[in-house]
């Protein structure tokens, strides 16, 4: 049964503390991991790699506290669920992206009419500001609807790797629909948790020069001493926080998958003609197929049907 958003966040924070409690030594390892999920995800290629590592690491933290990096990439190489995330992936970033263009543009040429219309500077100005923030807005949703959809589908690709392109999209856009809201409320609970902790980095790299000002002029070197110490500090702080943000925002969501998500794949059952029918009066029936071990592909093993049909 799905809990408040609150649970998975908490629940999360407790397996990633524990984690690192335990394994102070791995922390530069997970760091070093963290850059090349985010290189890997960035490039999108590596992206499905990347899924299984999460999913397998998410895993293996929940059920026993642990973690070995080398074997989260356990089944990475299947070559059909690697294609079929890797496929749907792309069609949601170009899809997304295309959107976002579009709108930029939308947003400048609107912006172009109405510098045209106004001849007041000053009102146009408004008008301008407007337009942006209302199309940042409907900007952001389309990326985190996007950045969701790819979420859950690497979450659903894993757990059931004989799943095809139709059936990740449709199990991650019904996803989205029922628990799209609670699934932003988590990540957003972990970004905001961890960006408190960087927000003094820009301040401390502008304010401490204004407050050592005098410094500067009479012990110079004492100064650029006091920079270095001060950039060295917040690259430590960032090599700490970094792994620490990566595996949060990797386990707390896969906490609310687990109750949440359907991994299930969908086939069409149509009816038989009849003799005296010309044409069949109905389309046919969705139902769900799910592999008794959901690790392996279901062509050598038998599929349990779920009688809850769809329409």
Do not use: C
């Not at 290629?45 to 899924?51: D, E, G, N, Y």
């Not at 543009?105 to 100005?125: Q, V």
Request: proline residues 4%; glycine residues 6%.
């Amino acid at each position: 049964m799905a809990k408040m958003h609150g649970h998975y966040f908490g629940r999360g924070r407790k397996i990633m503390t524990r984690y690192f409690r335990r394994n102070a030594s791995g922390l530069l390892l997970y760091f070093a991991y963290s850059i090349a999920r985010i290189v890997g995800d960035v490039l999108l290629i590596l992206l499905p790699v990347f899924a299984t590592s999460s999913f397998n690491s998410a895993h293996m933290l929940k059920e026993t506290g642990d973690l070995y990096l080398s074997k989260s990439f356990d089944h990475a190489e299947d070559e059909k669920s690697y294609r079929s995330l890797l496929i749907f992936a792309a069609v949601v970033v170009l899809g997304a992206g295309a959107l976002i263009a579009g709108l930029i543009f939308l947003n400048e040429y609107i912006r172009f009419i109405l510098f045209l219309a106004i001849l007041n500077p000053d009102s146009a100005s408004i008008f301008y500001w407007m337009t942006f923030a209302v199309f940042t807005i409907i900007e952001s949703v389309i990326g985190f609807y996007a950045f969701g959809l790819i979420q859950v589908a690497s979450y659903i690709s894993r757990k059931n790797p004989s799943l095809g392109v139709g059936d990740i999209a449709y199990d991650s856009m019904q996803y989205m629909k029922n628990h799209g809201g609670k699934l932003f409320i988590v990540d957003f609970e972990v970004t905001i948790y961890y960006a408190l902790w960087v927000v003094f980095y820009p301040v401390a790299w502008f304010v401490f020069p204004n407050l050592s000002s005098g410094l500067e002029g009479i012990f110079p070197l004492l100064f650029t001493i006091l920079r270095y110490v001060e950039l060295l500090f917040m690259i430590f702080h960032l090599v700490v926080l970094l792994p620490h943000f990566m595996m949060l925002i990797t386990v707390s969501p896969y906490l609310l998958f687990e109750e949440t998500a359907d991994a299930s794949r969908h086939v069409v059952i149509y009816p038989k003609k009849k003799d005296e029918v010309t044409e069949p009066d109905t389309r046919g029936r969705y139902i769900s197929a799910i592999p008794l071990n959901e690790l392996v592909d279901d062509e050598n093993h038998p599929l349990e049907v779920n009688s809850d049909d769809r329409r």
